[in-house]
């Protein structure tokens, strides 16, 4: 066993935050061998409780649980900060050229590295993430991903239309590949596979149909596509698919909402998509950066709560505009507030954080496993420095509450808040 003292921030059962000013957190391997929080709570209460157990001791620091990021795209990474003029301009001229590249197993694998460190840099410890069309993007980020022992979860693109030369796919062969990835790779240590249709206009209806049979005949594998983010697309969307009673629809039409099942935006919903998300045990991955990057709308998270889906944060790089989660949730915030096409409302900072979290995980079928740390939860956490730059020494050392602490760091954080990124600590 091992055991850090420090600050803690970690959430109970009804997403509220637990932290301890001087804490102790002990981990240890569970009898599947994996390391896991074994105790936790108030410093001088639990230590005598484990006596000879070494304590790292981190004085100033704050103990909490690695991000999740709920929608990311790997080949992304230098698509980052590409000026366009709204989502289908940017996937023509930059998203596409470029994701072309990953059919050449040194260049995703470079890529793949990159990636992963810098997750890490930004304290995200999960990710449900996209990678291209070609099956080397996927075994170049398994592969680096298993060396550093990462709960990740990835899958290949399926477009087999409306695609250029270079990413667009074949009908049979894609799910041919797409099967043979899951036997390879889903359950292998900590990895997950997720089967991934770009989106709904980019794959043909036999596309649709046979990822579905997949989806049902692999219950325990995830879904990850794109719904409702822009306004255009879902014209186009509706367009294709006249019989579908919404472009949201189109998936539940093809057994591709369910448990498991993550989507990004869910911007342009109504009330019956919203019970559709919610009666499928669907969720949505709110993808704030992005969404006000590419000008797509603003999620509502008022019609969200009142209608009862399930949802978390995702940075959506490189449309998206940071890893950072202190971005990330910064921008929750700005959208939730806005209040012209929408009801606006203040997300508390707890809230906003257990998004990114313990709320993260639950939409993602993996609460009780990850985004916490509470007994049993996997020990992957980070190392937070709230003095880390001149003015968030200032702003939070001023902090009266929880919340006002949690909220100076939301709104003043980055990369340079997180000190370190322990997995499997
Ligand atoms: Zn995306």
Request: glycine share 10%.
């Amino acid at each position: 066993m091992k055991a850090w003292r420090a600050s803690l921030l970690r959430f109970d059962d009804d997403g509220r935050a637990v932290f301890d000013t001087d804490g102790l957190l002990v981990t240890g391997p569970d009898a599947a061998g994996r390391r896991v929080v074994i105790a936790v709570g108030d410093h001088d209460a639990l230590v005598a409780r484990f006596p000879g157990v070494p304590v790292t001791h981190l004085p100033g620091r704050i103990l909490a649980p690695g991000f999740l990021d709920l929608h990311i795209h790997y080949p992304q990474t230098d698509v980052i900060g590409s000026p366009a003029e709204g989502l289908l301009p940017w996937l023509e001229h930059y998203t596409f050229p470029h994701e072309a590249r990953f059919s050449e197993a040194t260049y995703a694998t470079d890529v793949a590295t990159f990636f992963l460190d810098e997750l890490a840099r930004n304290g995200v410890t999960t990710a449900l993430t996209f990678a291209t069309s070609h099956p080397t993007s996927v075994n170049a980020l398994f592969t680096e991903a298993r060396q550093r022992g990462l709960r990740l979860i990835t899958g290949k693109v399926l477009q087999d239309r409306h695609s250029p030369d270079g990413v667009r796919d074949q009908t049979e062969q894609s799910l041919i590949d797409t099967e043979a990835l899951i036997k390879q790779w889903h359950g292998v240590d900590r990895l997950g596979y997720a089967i991934t249709p770009r989106f709904a206009p980019s794959c043909s209806e036999a596309q649709l149909t046979g990822a579905g049979e997949l989806a049902a005949r692999y219950p325990d594998v995830w879904i990850q596509s794109h719904v409702s983010e822009n306004l255009d697309e879902v014209r186009w969307a509706r367009e294709l698919f006249p019989a579908s009673r919404s472009y949201l629809a189109v998936y539940d039409d093809h057994g591709l909402m369910r448990e498991r099942a993550v989507y990004a935006h869910c911007i342009h919903f109504d009330d019956d998509d919203r019970a559709l998300m919610r009666d499928t045990g669907t969720a949505a991955a709110v993808s704030p950066t992005s969404n006000l990057f590419l000008g797509s709308g603003f999620f509502d998270y008022a019609g969200a709560e009142r209608v009862g889906f399930r949802f978390g944060l995702a940075s959506d790089v490189g449309g998206g505009t940071s890893f950072s989660p202190f971005h990330t949730m910064l921008a929750a915030y700005t959208a939730g507030r806005e209040g012209q096409t929408k009801a606006g409302l203040s997300l508390s900072p707890q809230h906003l954080w257990w998004q990114h979290t313990a709320g993260a995980a639950q939409a993602l079928g993996l609460g009780g496993v990850v985004g916490n740390l509470q007994p049993g939860h996997e020990a992957d956490f980070i190392v937070l420095n709230p003095a880390a730059t001149p003015l968030l020494a200032r702003r939070t050392a001023q902090a009266q509450s929880l919340d006002e602490l949690l909220f100076a760091m939301i709104v003043l954080g980055d990369d340079r808040l997180v000190e370190k990124t322990i997995i499997s600590g």
